[in-house]
């Protein structure tokens, strides 16, 4: 995606739309959805700074985290990717290092519905859940909104929706259609550059 106006500037999704095989014509970047992993982080990260948190916040590293949950669910227990733990860190550091009991810290505090609220801020379209376990992965989201999500971070917090066609002409070179700007102030530029 071209982050300045959302052009779609490549996309490959599926095998062969025109071969013989009904799932070659599955377009797996605007079609298929997979679970985010550690890519929802930034998102949540963007929420956490636009509601004033300050990025050289200290978070304690644990290597797991036992996080209790309402109407007496199981507690959601958090492991780091290695299962390491470490010392203390600044949102920045947790980033760079993916520390997932940080982030499950984080997005506990931020709130996991305003979490989602700046997904679709920022551009996610697809089905999310409001749960904690989002800012690990646990939602199902397509390439192409994954893509649009982080262009507008690229744009310095401006988003554009994706756009494929930008402007049909007739023969004679007049135009029949041409796609109107959908550019908006998602984020704050300083959230954006985070």
Known sequence: LDPTNGFVRALVGGRDFFGAEPEAKFDLATQGLR???SSFKPIVLAE???QGIPAEKVYGAPGTLTVPMPDGQ?????????GDGGPPVTLPDATVSSINTVYARLIEEVGPEKAIAMARNLGISGPLQPYPSAVLGSNEVSVIDMASAYSTFAADGMHADPVFVTEITRLDGSVLYRRPSTLRRAIPTAVARG
């Open 48 to 50: 956490a700074l636009a």
């Open 74 to 82: 199981e507690p959601w227990v958090v492991r780091n990717y290695e």
């Open 35 to 37: 679970q985010t992993g």
